[in-house]
């Protein structure tokens, strides 16, 4: 690892405060996926599903990271759907490595003023940067997201093809409301410009 990468972990990572429910088994992965959750019980576990549904030679080397958070003036059912989800999410097995991290509970919810689905990605990549190695690929999806079963074998192939440094997937929102179904597709339009 380089110089600035290890004085980063050392002196500025967000997850100080905020760990993972377990140290992940291995010391690399291909793939590191992360995931911020915010009151997502009823959506995170399709995704999750959708995840495991992928390539099982690929998923050996796979990490996943899902940051389920709230800010310390949160709703009290909004902590309790995201007690509800990290519980389940713990009690589920998986064929990819699983690390889950707390940043909801009386301790360890975020402040307001840095509280967001930013910081949760950051919280989630923090954790995960010392199982990257140089080729490394990292995916950030929302807790909603549902991947085709192809998803990383395309990530893959497309990596080893052109050996890029950073992409940008085609993707599309679950259009489960009709009356929000245009205003997702006018924002999915203004992203993909």
């Not at 009823?42 to 995704?47: A, N, R, V």
Request: hydrophobic share 35%; glycine share 2%; with cysteine.
């Amino acid at each position: 690892m380089n110089h600035k990468l290890n004085k980063y972990i050392n002196n500025k990572l967000a997850n100080k405060k905020w760990s993972p429910n377990k140290t992940p088994n291995k010391t690399h992965y291909d793939f590191i996926i992360t995931i911020p959750c915010y009151n997502e019980y009823d959506y995170i576990f399709k995704t999750l599903d959708s995840i495991n549904d992928q390539d099982k030679n690929i998923l050996k080397n796979t990490l996943v990271s899902i940051t389920i958070n709230n800010s310390v003036e949160e709703d009290k059912s909004i902590v309790l759907n995201n007690q509800r989800t990290y519980k389940k999410i713990l009690d589920n097995k998986y064929d990819f490595e699983l690390i889950v991290i707390d940043a909801f509970s009386k301790n360890k919810s975020l402040q307001s003023k840095i509280a967001g689905v930013g910081m949760a990605r950051k919280i989630s990549v923090d954790a995960m940067i010392s199982y990257l190695k140089s080729n490394s690929i990292i995916c950030f999806i929302d807790a909603d997201t549902i991947l085709s079963e192809k998803y990383l074998s395309i990530i893959k192939l497309s990596y080893d093809k052109n050996n890029w440094n950073a992409a940008t997937i085609n993707f599309s929102h679950q259009k489960d409301e009709p009356k929000t179904k245009k205003l997702i597709e006018e924002y999915e339009k203004f992203l993909k410009v």
